[in-house]
């Protein structure tokens, strides 16, 4: 009884909402009685079949101007001709990213992944049938983003439509007084970096170009008022050369050398954009041309005693500030246990 309710039932209806999909994109000026004609049902079925397209996520919307439906432009797109090496690369990735969540509000190119691999050639599925669950991606994440999706979809919407977003911000001690205060923001990109969403853009109270962490907004409404995104406005232009994304105003050249224990590890990555290495038998000097300190003294403390900087005397001074601070904590703690 189940196979025949399954063959009698499920996949004529499978048949024909994949038949409404094909002639909806086939012509854009269907109205409701010509796609029941064209999918032989009834007018009534053609609805709720339209209204499950909907609620599977396929935009299928009524033409104002036409008044036939049509899926929404840049839902689906054209088939493409992909290498193995090309579809193995984003099928990995998309599957990764955004189906294990390593990054926020990526999920849907798990979506994107599973389309991919439909529109795939038998003979590259065949091929990367044996990868799967053998090819790994982990991205350094916090345990939780925590970052609303309504914010982020507010942002995003925003961006698009170049309107103001009257916002409420909640401030660190460390970003200093005032942040909490109402005020306008002019966002000009979403930025994912350090484990959490930013948005990127000019903060009326602060005259100036601000990158804000989404999960500190306690409010955030769009509103009509339009801008411009300045021209010449860019991203990496606007960190400079900080270290991560803490941008200082004072340039400082860094050295740092790495004993022969770190000095493989420390060399192999690409920490920065103006880095350069110098090699003295198993020991490695990396160089920096850094915007701010801030950043870098945490990364110098994290190799411990294997690192040591040879310049700048201020980035030296604070090493041994937080260095001597860290063994302070840790003689203290001796002194209590023996009283």
């Not at 190119?109 to 049938?129: C, F, G, N, Y």
Request: proline share 5%.
């Amino acid at each position: 009884m189940y196979d025949r309710e399954i063959m009698g039932r499920t996949y004529p209806r499978v048949h024909r909402l994949l038949r409404l999909i094909s002639v909806i994109q086939s012509d854009r000026k269907l109205r409701v009685s010509d796609l029941a004609r064209l999918c032989e049902t009834h007018v009534r079925t053609v609805y709720r079949d339209l209204s499950t397209l909907r609620a599977s996520g396929i935009p299928c919307d009524l033409d104002a101007d036409t008044g036939g439906y049509r899926v929404r432009a840049g839902y689906f797109m054209p088939p493409v001709e992909l290498t193995f090496e090309e579809a193995m690369a984003i099928v990995a990735l998309l599957e990764q990213v955004g189906g294990h969540d390593q990054i926020a509000f990526l999920g849907v190119a798990a979506r994107a992944a599973e389309k991919i691999r439909s529109q795939l050639p038998p003979a590259l599925v065949d091929a990367l049938d044996p990868l799967d669950g053998h090819v790994h991606v982990d991205l350094a994440r916090g345990m939780s983003d925590g970052s609303p999706r309504d914010v982020y979809d507010t942002v995003r919407q925003a961006i698009a439509r170049r309107r103001l977003l009257h916002c409420t911000y909640e401030a660190v001690r460390a970003e200093g007084a005032g942040l909490d205060r109402p005020f306008e923001l002019r966002p000009y990109a979403l930025w994912y970096c350090q484990r959490a969403w930013y948005v990127v853009g000019h903060h009326s109270d602060r005259s100036a170009t601000r990158r804000l962490k989404l999960n500190r907004f306690t409010s955030i409404t769009p509103t009509d008022r339009p801008f411009a995104i300045p021209d010449d406005f860019d991203l990496r232009a606007d960190l400079g050369n900080a270290w991560r994304m803490i941008r200082g105003k004072t340039r400082y050249n860094v050295a740092i050398c790495f004993d022969p224990d770190f000095s493989d590890a420390a060399s192999e990555t690409r920490w920065h954009p103006t880095q350069q290495e110098e090699w003295d038998g198993d020991s490695v000097t990396l160089r920096f041309a850094v915007d701010g300190l801030d950043e870098i003294v945490w990364w110098v403390l994290g190799y411990g005693p294997g690192a040591t900087v040879l310049e700048p005397a201020e980035l030296i001074q604070r090493v041994k500030q937080l260095a001597s601070a860290t063994a302070a904590k840790y003689t203290k703690k001796k002194k209590r246990k023996s009283d």
